[in-house]
T-cell receptor, first 114, second 110 residues
Framework: NAGVMQNPRHLVRRRGQEARLRCSPM?????VYWYRQLPEEGLKFMVY????????ESGMPKERFSAEFPKEGPSILRIQQVVRGDSAAYFC????????????FGDGTRLSIL | GDSVTQMEGPVTLSEEAFLTINCTYT??????LFWYVQYPGEGLQLLLK?????DKGSNKGFEATYRKETTSFHLEKGSVQVSDSAVYFC?????????FGKGTRLSVIA
């Protein structure tokens, strides 16, 4: 019973490059959430997706950030033209239903911007 | 908007000591309340939850009671172990994305 799988675990990018973070939800889960954790801070919600649909993107910056959850394959969080302030741990969670269901988290992707 | 406030860390305890980590919340509606634990280098694991007032969530010796009158959900454990060293996050959801506190780092020394 694989849990939520995120890759890569660590990602290093130079300023101006693109970062792609992948998340495969738990088997049977069709709801995916992305959170960002800055050092010594709690997690902040970014975006909530169901298959092929963005349900809530209220926590995602309007520029440079995008997310998708295609019919086939993992969910992708994409950050274009990265800046130093994007350095953080990005966590994906999944649930079998809506937001009243417990969310199961992956181990995160730690993004470092040089 | 909804928010969660939990006690600042770090908290350092000796093995077998009693643990309390305070958590209070502000929310419209009737949120579900959660405690998550994060071990070094890992994601968050759900520790316990409560979905309505006076519910008590419990797991692995940890307990927390949903107190609507004081808008609190304090985490307690009667006797901590070294393996409990981690960061603990209080969170709420009112059929909304999870809102987290800043986390409390617990270190238990033998």
């Amino acid at each position: 019973n694989a849990g939520v799988m995120q890759n890569p675990r660590h990602l290093v990018r130079r300023r101006g490059q693109e970062a792609r973070l992948r998340c495969s939800p738990m088997k049977g889960h069709s709801h995916v959430y992305w959170y960002r954790q800055l050092p010594e801070e709690g997690l902040k919600f970014m975006v909530y997706l169901q298959k092929e649909n963005i349900i809530d993107e209220s926590g995602m910056p309007k520029e440079r950030f995008s997310a998708e959850f295609p019919k086939e394959g993992p969910s992708i969080l994409r950050i274009q033209q990265v800046v130093r302030g994007d350095s953080a741990a990005y966590f994906c969670a999944s649930s079998p239903g809506g937001m009243d269901q417990p969310q199961h988290f992956g181990d995160g992707t730690r993004l470092s911007i040089l | 908007g909804d928010s969660v406030t939990q006690m600042e860390g770090p908290v350092t305890l000796s093995e077998e000591a009693f643990l309390t980590i305070n958590c209070t919340y502000t929310a419209t509606g009737y949120p579900s309340l959660f405690w998550y634990v994060q071990y070094p280098g890992e994601g968050l694991q759900l520790l316990l939850k409560a979905t309505k007032a006076d519910d008590k969530g419990s797991n692995k010796g940890f307990e927390a009671t949903y107190r609507k009158e004081t808008t609190s959900f304090h985490l307690e454990k009667g006797s901590v172990q070294v393996s409990d060293s981690a960061v603990y996050f209080c969170a709420l959801s009112a059929k909304t994305p999870l809102v987290f506190g800043k986390g409390t780092r617990l270190s238990v020394i033998a």
